[in-house]
């Protein structure tokens, strides 16, 4: 992959690239159908306004690509406003280009607002850091995180980019890694959780698992355990992504999270202890893999014992 880097460049809000030797020979709707994966509607939408030149010429979406030709994609980031309220709170960002940025959530920080009375979430964050620079974009959470859970998360910085995004995710190419704390010392070394979860009747937040819930899928290797604390540190990826789905899965097995009183942890943190420390994803028109670790915002819980022994 890496070696095939694709050269694109945001110009104003247009979108050029030059054609690698890869897409030689393919039609201008390969490229926006199986490449990018585009939706239909766009695509349709992009035909209808002429919004792709080859070589400086509007020509049908039949045109075959050659190696080296120019491609101008004209006015896919334009975009009124922000679409959100600024924040002038700092936030950390790990990873950033003119189409996307990772950035770190700290604990007790929604993702995104739910309301408009949200107006500091870290999308609000990421409006405002975005306009301090003069960089109109609408960006789009392609995942979140729980309000207490910190850690990476992806934006995209235009729905162009975003609906990508959207589709790699739903094919699980984003590869998120996550570390926790839990109370115990787990039987297997490694394991995997496959047990569907649904709503719980009886609370408006839980989540339970539930013969009737969506499929959900954890699993998780011990880094290491703490005897005196009896504690372990455990490195967890999804092949879902259910809300609560850690929490509920490792109380599921008698390992809830420190912290997470919700699901049966104790105190001994401020919040559930789970931070998701690394993500990878293909990027959506470079092709190069970014693969970024996100720091603790935090004094996460660190533990000194031996690994899980």
Same mark, same amino acid.
């Given at each position: 992959?890496?070696?095939? !880097?694709?050269?694109v460049?945001?110009?104003?809000?247009?979108?050029?690239?030059?054609?690698?030797?890869?897409?030689?020979?393919?039609?201008?709707?390969d490229?926006?159908?199986?490449?990018?994966?585009?939706?239909?509607?766009?695509?349709?939408? !992009?035909r209808?306004d002429?919004m792709?030149?080859?070589?400086?010429?509007?020509v049908p979406?039949?045109?075959?690509?050659?190696?080296?030709? %120019?491609?101008? *994609?004209?006015?896919?980031?334009?975009?009124?406003?922000?679409? +959100?309220?600024?924040?002038?709170?700092?936030?950390?960002?790990?990873?950033?280009?003119?189409?996307?940025?990772?950035?770190?959530?700290?604990?007790?920080?929604a993702t995104?607002?739910n309301?408009?009375a949200?107006?500091?979430t870290?999308? +609000?964050?990421?409006?405002?850091?975005?306009?301090?620079?003069?960089?109109p974009?609408?960006?789009?959470?392609?995942?979140?995180?729980?309000?207490? &859970?910190?850690g990476?998360v992806?934006?995209?910085?235009?729905?162009? #980019?975003?609906?990508?995004?959207?589709? %790699?995710?739903?094919?699980?190419?984003?590869?998120?890694t996550?570390?926790?704390?839990?109370?115990?010392?787990?039987q297997?070394?490694?394991?995997?959780?496959?047990a569907?979860?649904?709503?719980?009747?009886?609370?408006?937040?839980?989540r339970?698992?539930?013969?009737? =819930?969506?499929?959900?899928?954890?699993?998780?290797?011990v880094?290491?355990?703490?005897?005196?604390?009896n504690?372990s540190?455990?490195?967890?990826?999804?092949?879902?992504?259910? &809300?609560h789905?850690?929490r509920?899965?490792?109380?599921?097995i008698?390992?809830?999270?420190?912290g997470?009183?919700?699901? =049966? =942890?104790?105190p001994? *943190?401020y919040? %559930?202890?789970?931070?998701?420390?690394?993500?990878?994803?293909i990027h959506?028109?470079t !092709?190069?893999?970014?693969? #970024?670790?996100?720091?603790?915002?935090?004094?996460?819980?660190?533990?000194?014992?031996?690994?899980?022994?």
């Amino acid at each position: 992959m890496g070696d095939h !880097m694709i050269k694109v460049e945001k110009l104003d809000n247009h979108l050029h690239v030059v054609v690698p030797a890869e897409w030689d020979g393919i039609s201008i709707d390969d490229l926006l159908k199986n490449k990018w994966q585009l939706a239909k509607k766009r695509i349709h939408q !992009m035909r209808m306004d002429k919004m792709v030149k080859q070589n400086g010429l509007s020509v049908p979406f039949a045109n075959k690509l050659r190696a080296g030709d %120019q491609l101008i *994609f004209e006015n896919i980031f334009f975009e009124a406003d922000y679409g +959100n309220k600024p924040s002038p709170q700092s936030v950390q960002i790990l990873f950033e280009d003119d189409f996307l940025l990772i950035a770190n959530k700290p604990a007790q920080l929604a993702t995104h607002p739910n309301t408009s009375a949200d107006t500091d979430t870290l999308a +609000n964050r990421i409006v405002h850091y975005l306009a301090v620079k003069n960089e109109p974009a609408k960006v789009q959470h392609i995942h979140r995180l729980d309000k207490d &859970t910190s850690g990476a998360v992806l934006f995209a910085k235009s729905p162009f #980019i975003g609906g990508i995004l959207d589709k %790699q995710l739903k094919e699980r190419k984003i590869k998120r890694t996550y570390i926790a704390i839990v109370h115990g010392k787990l039987q297997k070394k490694k394991g995997t959780i496959n047990a569907p979860i649904g709503r719980d009747r009886h609370h408006p937040t839980r989540r339970r698992i539930s013969n009737t =819930g969506q499929p959900a899928v954890t699993h998780y290797e011990v880094i290491s355990f703490d005897a005196v604390k009896n504690l372990s540190q455990i490195v967890c990826h999804l092949d879902t992504g259910r &809300t609560h789905q850690i929490r509920v899965h490792l109380s599921s097995i008698g390992h809830p999270l420190v912290g997470d009183v919700l699901y =049966g =942890g104790k105190p001994l *943190f401020y919040r %559930q202890a789970l931070h998701a420390k690394y993500l990878s994803v293909i990027h959506p028109l470079t !092709m190069e893999k970014i693969d #970024i670790e996100a720091p603790y915002l935090d004094d996460f819980p660190e533990l000194t014992g031996s690994g899980g022994k």
